[in-house]
């Protein structure tokens, strides 16, 4: 079987090719040598892919921290790092334990950090307490009134008008007067008395005004290529994708759910290879990418993100005994036994447990020797 | 041993529900009286020991099928319950079958509209054993339980309760087993496919047991004790009870007791009966020995890392096999590992008698149990003769066709193991060497895929029976075939240690060795092929162990230059000859871009091997050759450069003294989102961090360059400029938990600081060099820094190990079919092509194809 010589392999062979200076005929022969290094480069069939997929992650885990929390950039951003945060990845949990994203933008509006900052502004989640000011209870006339701190909306860009708009959305029985000052004064409704105002007050405080929910910190960061990109901590990937200024292609986020939800299982897939692969990295452990998309691959092949753990993959295999192997083994028995399921012992552990060749490897081809007592019944069936 | 051709194989098992029919077929004998042994120490017909359930003294027969201990596999016997009783483990589905069938006529409460709609899905997907069955089922079940009334006959369904463990309430009224049993046998074969039950599994009803099956004797075999008494098994003992209680109870019922009482003994019973399935259910007090240990029961034997599963089932015992103290010899080639006499003595490989062998293999039976020598000859008949006795006649009497169970001899093929077996490379392949003296040597270039060190470091050994094991062992599992790691592609065995430091003294600068030294130094590394010159330069002399014909360059780009000028800054190697550049870990250790990856891609695993080797035999004999010492004085710093080490450390404090200075006046300007606290200790760590290396940097200036420690550390052999700062100049800030120390007593680290000191020196910073000496208080620092290092490292390797496992349990059937897809064991497909281009990464040069390297190949040329 011979197979094409992939694109990218191909590119940079005429790239460097280009830059020597030999004959025609020489260039020939690189071609078709490295032609012929690729088909010899080719998995064997049988090759145990998955076990060496799984030794290549799981045996540089030893060397891997355990240190939770790592000072990105600036260190005002925690990420997780290192073992916890494969772990967390490959157990498919649903929400990361530090979630963030990673928001590139086109190249327009990228040109400074004003620019920059101009963006990020606009996506952090604010909530009122975060820019109000000056709040205070009129008992007497049963109002509320706040102003805006002056500094804080301009660092947070946003305009009394559109925070009385929000707040009207979320509190439809209340009214919302801006006066001549620049204060808001809410009117809460008729029946409300001293507790619910003061509730309200609280509430008031909570409520979501500017940018986008979950986005709880933004930090304009230089890539070594000198271009601008933002660090999120809270992630809310559709809202983000929707704002004009971001480039959609390289914006992510580090919650692998959300990216399959709105992107698609492939997107989740290459999520968990790059998640995986940057955290290897980070931790200069060298795990070559073919491993982690089989491990990703796995975890993806049925459509949904499935952790590697005994609810996840595991259990989606055929074999009684291949889960009853892993963990809680009395559980699948008797399941097994309610649901009469056959285990037709293709898997190695099986193999393993009766004592027969693994189906794995040199384990596969078969010699069959019949006898001539034998072969001739045989023989005789078949011709019948 | 008799040995058999295999002609069948196992094609597959299944699991389906034992029935009471079957259950009484498997009986051989019915168990009616709780006695084990007559006075005689005979076991007591029809009781838990009775012979007809197989035998477990060596002496008697069985009663079920004539055979002694050897053969008779055990057979099961029976307890008849006086009552019903629910079977523990089948609870939980009971209680799904009883909320979701009707309680007078049986069916399932699901319309006859909706069964029509499910059924052929729910068919289909059972017969494809799919598991969207698991998940139809599941939103039927949760619609059966929610329905009041039944839509057959229209009968009102009550309220059903599992009152744990085992207990059903229906509304408040208790049902009994005998009412859950004729609840479940009204449930129509038809109507079971609703409840995610295969109507093949058997029937909803044998889930509630009536007979007990009784393990074999052979299963719970018991024991003498030196005293002569004997100890019964924890199942026999459990088994006890209920004959016992299952007897008192037919009694009480026969003799017409009052229902409280039989309804006492039924509980108990049902208790003892739960407690023989599984004894540690929660609200199920776990059933004791009398001494109060806990007993074992069934599902004990199965659970968990020491249960049948995980620990006879999936890993083996095995014969054959040795462990011991490792210790490195670097005479010895990597491909071989020393083995102690006594262990190759008792080792064995079968070795067939043949008419050309057979004076070869007479020889080991001459020897007996000298070394080397046989234990055992096997003959056609299937008798094993020991050697002690009678030598003679076996010797006479040896002829084509006996197997001889010879000792292992220098070159034999054997696996070479270190736990924990993280990769593929923790086990190998290797060549014995038998030694004197009672470790298994190894060379020391081979300590890295085994992660291995000789601090007391043991291995395991193990020999291959069988031609076709040899056969794979050499191909596939050598030492010389695993020396490009999968992981990345590149080497992960290569010189290390003595013989890069050796490489490196040989290859630098322009060494002249008389004609003598030369002779001396490759003879004894093995290099016979000696060019008649009278001087040789250390190059040239490893240049003797390259293949004639290799060319590399280690970087294409200065290339040109470097050969110009000879500068020895890059690796050139032409036609074989070292050219320029010196010879250190990155040109012949593990790892990428080494000329080691090169010989392997070029002349592969065998000639690499011998390259390795003679690395490894050059390497420290060069060593040797010169002499090598290092002194603590390599480390010294010279006055007048310790006091700017001093006064660069000094600076460094005032600076944070400064930041400190500003906190408290509460002027620091927090960073966004984080306390002032926060900031502080931020900007404190990297101020510290850079004074750290800035000290190291000033130091290294004078120790760099021709100490010997920093020959070490230069060519890759071992150590590292940090570890010269941190003796010399500084060891830095000590960190716990990732933060700077900040715990103890109550607002400072130690007693010997302010309270509410936050200084660099009060908060774990050590500004003395260990050679110089810490002060107490940062040895206390120190010390809580190692110790932090030490639990981390504790809570690492269970957390890694749990995920190396899972990782392997998942991804273990997944494998390469002969059309290049990457299936699993069901044949899904989890890749069309692995890797999406389908390159092994071990036949890989680190994970790609290296175009430079074959356009460097033929531009040379």
């Not at chain 2, 060494?511 to 003598?516: G, L, N, P, T």
């Not at chain 2, 060019?531 to 290799?550: M, Q, R, Y």
């Not at chain 2, 120190?782 to 392997?808: C, E, F, W």
């Not at chain 2, 999406?836 to 990464?841: M, P, S």
Request: hydrophobic share 35%; aromatic share 6%; proline share 4%.
């Amino acid at each position: 079987m011979s197979k094409k010589i992939p694109s990218t392999i191909e590119k940079r062979l005429e790239e460097r090719i280009k830059l020597i200076d030999v004959d025609t005929s020489t260039k020939k022969k690189i071609r078709k040598e490295v032609e012929t290094e690729f088909q010899r480069m080719q998995v064997t069939s049988g090759e145990a892919v998955g076990v060496i997929a799984a030794q290549s992650i799981g045996e540089p885990g030893t060397q891997m921290t355990l240190n939770v929390f790592h000072f990105a950039g600036v260190s005002e951003m925690n990420t997780t790092v290192g073992l916890p945060r494969i772990i967390e990845i490959l157990d498919a949990r649903k929400t990361p334990s530090t979630p963030s994203m990673t928001i590139y933008l086109k190249k327009k509006y990228a040109k400074s950090e004003d620019d920059v900052r101009k963006v990020a502004a606009k996506l952090l989640h604010v909530n009122l307490g975060d820019v109000a000011d000056d709040i205070s209870v009129d008992l007497l006339n049963f109002r509320l009134t706040f102003s805006l701190d002056e500094d804080l909306k301009k660092t947070y860009a946003v305009k009394v008008k559109e925070v009385i708009e929000m707040l009207e959305k979320v509190f439809k029985d209340c009214e919302f007067k801006m006066l001549k000052t620049e204060k808001i004064r809410v009117k809460p409704p008729a029946e409300a008395d001293v507790k619910d105002i003061y509730k309200l007050k609280v509430k008031l405080l909570d409520t979501f005004v500017k940018g986008i929910l979950g986005i709880n910190h933004v930090l304009p960061m230089k890539t070594e290529s000198g271009e601008w990109y933002i660090k999120t901590a809270g992630t809310n990937l559709k809202k983000v994708l929707e704002i004009e200024e971001i480039d959609t292609v390289r914006t992510s986020s580090n919650d692998i759910f959300e990216i399959g939800k709105v992107l698609g299982i492939e997107a989740a897939r290459s999520a968990i290879i790059h998640e995986t692969l940057e955290v290897l990295n980070q931790q200069g452990i060298n795990v070559n990418i073919r491993h982690l998309m089989l491990v990703s691959d796995t975890m993806t092949v049925n459509g949904e993100v499935k952790g590697i753990t005994r609810y996840g993959v595991t259990a989606l295999k055929d074999s009684v005994l291949a889960r009853a192997s892993f963990e809680v083994p009395t559980k699948h028995l008797f399941k097994a036994t309610v649901r009469k399921e056959i285990d037709h012992l293709r898997g190695v552990v099986e193999n393993v447990m009766i004592n027969q060749p693994v189906p794995v490897g040199t384990g596969i081809p078969k010699l069959v020797y019949r006898s001539e007592k034998d072969g001739a019944k045989k023989r005789d069936k078949s011709s019948k | 041993m008799k040995r058999e051709a295999i002609k069948d194989k196992i094609a597959g098992i299944e699991f389906r529900i034992l029935s009471p029919k079957l259950a009484r077929k498997l009986a051989s004998v019915k168990i009616m009286t709780p006695e084990l042994y007559d006075a005689d120490g005979y076991p007591v017909d029809n009781g838990l020991m009775d012979l007809r359930m197989g035998v477990i003294d060596p002496g008697l027969r069985c009663r079920t099928c004539g055979s002694r201990v050897q053969d008779c596999p055990g057979h099961f016997g029976g307890i008849e319950l006086a009552r019903p009783v629910m079977h523990v483990e089948y609870i939980s589905y009971v209680y799904d079958f009883l909320r979701a069938s009707c309680r007078s006529c049986g069916r399932v409460i699901l319309s006859e509209a909706d069964m029509e709609k499910w059924r052929e899905k729910l068919e289909n997907a059972q017969k494809e054993d799919s598991l969207v069955q698991v998940d139809i089922g599941k939103a039927l079940l949760r619609k059966m339980k929610n329905a009041s009334k039944c839509p057959h006959c229209g009968e009102k369904q009550e309220k059903i309760k599992l009152q744990k463990p085992s207990t059903f309430l229906e509304d408040i009224r208790k049902l009994t087993s005998i009412d859950v049993r004729e609840r479940l046998e009204r449930i129509p074969d038809s109507d079971l496919i609703f409840l995610g039950m295969n109507i093949m599994a058997g029937r909803p009803e044998w889930m509630v047991l009536t007979i007990l099956l009784v393990p074999p004797n052979t299963v719970r075999p018991s024991i003498t004790l030196e005293s002569g008494q004997r100890s019964e098994d924890d199942l026999t003992h459990k088994l006890g009870d209920i004959v016992r209680t299952n007897q008192r109870l037919s009694e009480n019922i026969s003799a017409g007791a009052p229902q409280i009482i039989i309804d006492d003994l039924w509980d108990l019973l049902q208790y003892h009966i739960t407690t023989f399935f599984n004894n540690s259910i929660s609200q199920v007090p776990p059933a004791r020995h009398r001494s109060g240990r806990v007993l074992k029961t069934l599902s004990d034997r199965i659970k968990s890392k020491e249960g049948r599963f995980r620990h006879n089932l999936a890993g083996k015992r095995v014969d054959f096999s040795a462990r011991t103290v490792i210790s490195p010899d670097s005479k010895i080639s990597p491909e071989e590992v020393g083995i102690p006499y006594e262990i190759a003595a008792e080792l064995t490989i079968p070795e067939r008698v043949t008419e050309w062998n057979i004076d070869w293999l007479r020889k080991f039976v001459e020897n007996g149990e000298k070394y080397p020598g046989a234990n055992y000859v096997l003959t056609p008949n299937g008798r094993k003769k020991v050697m002690k006795e009678a030598k003679e006649v076996i010797l006479s009497e040896l002829a084509p066709g006996d197997i001889v169970e010879r000792h292992l001899i220098d070159g034999d093929i054997v696996f070479f193991n270190r736990q924990p077996s993280l990769h593929r490379m923790s086990i190998m392949a290797h060549r014995v060497k038998v030694l004197p003296f009672k470790t298994f040597r190894i060379n020391p270039a081979v300590v890295h895929p085994y992660n291995a060190d000789f601090d007391g470091d043991e291995m395991n050994l193990h020999i291959p029976q069988t031609e076709e094991s040899r056969a794979e062992a050499k191909v596939l599992m050598a030492l010389s075939t695993q020396i490009i790691t999968p992981r990345y592609g590149s080497p992960i065995i290569g010189g290390s240690k003595d013989y890069v430091l050796g490489c490196y003294l040989l290859t630098k600068g322009n060494k002249v060795f008389s004609r003598e030294d030369a002779m001396q130094l490759l003879i004894s590394s093995g290099i016979e092929d000696i060019p008649n010159k009278k001087e040789f330069t250390g190059k040239e002399i490893f240049s003797l162990i390259l293949p004639k014909d290799l060319h590399f360059v280690e970087d294409l780009e200065k290339a040109k230059e470097a050969e110009k000028n000879k500068d020895d800054s890059i690796v050139i190697i032409r036609k074989g000859n070292l050219v320029t550049g010196v010879i250190d870990k990155k040109s012949i250790g593990a790892g990428r871009g080494s000329v080691l990856q090169e010989i392997f891609k070029l002349y592969g695993p065998k000639r690499s091997l011998e390259v390795l080797e003679k690395i490894s035999l050059l390497g420290s004999n060069v060593v040797m050759y010169f002499g090598f010492s290092v002194s603590p004085a390599d480390t010294d710093v010279s006055p007048s450069l310790y006091q700017k080490v001093v006064t660069r450390l000094s600076d460094a404090e005032t600076k944070v003294d400064d930041l400190i200075d500003l906190y408290n006046k509460g002027k620091l300007e927090p960073y966004p989102g984080r306390t002032a606290r926060e900031t502080l200790e931020t900007s404190i760590l990297p101020i510290l961090n850079k004074a750290r290396n800035d000290s190291g940097r000033i130091v290294l200036k004078e120790m760099t360059g021709k100490d010997r420690t920093f020959l070490m550390i230069r060519s890759g052999a071992n150590g590292s400029p940090l570890n010269m700062v941190l003796i010399g100049s500084c060891v830095g800030q000590q960190n716990l938990r990732g933060f700077r120390i900040n715990r103890g007593f109550r607002n400072r680290t130690l007693s010997h600081f302010k309270k509410g000191d936050l200084g660099s020196s009060a908060r774990g910073f050590i500004k003395h060099g260990y050679k110089a000496g810490l002060t107490p208080t940062e040895f206390f620092f120190h010390a809580i820094s190692g110790r932090d290092s030490l639990v981390n490292k504790g809570m690492r390797t269970p957390k890694s190990g749990y995920l190396q496992r899972r990782l392997v349990n998942a991804l273990q059937d997944i494998k390469v079919f002969p059309d290049g897809t990457v299936r699993d064991a069901s044949g899904t497909i989890v890749q069309f092509s692995f890797g999406e281009d389908g390159i092994d990464v071990s036949k890989s040069d680190g994970g790609t194809i290296d175009v430079d390297m074959i356009i460097r190949r033929h531009a040379s040329k």
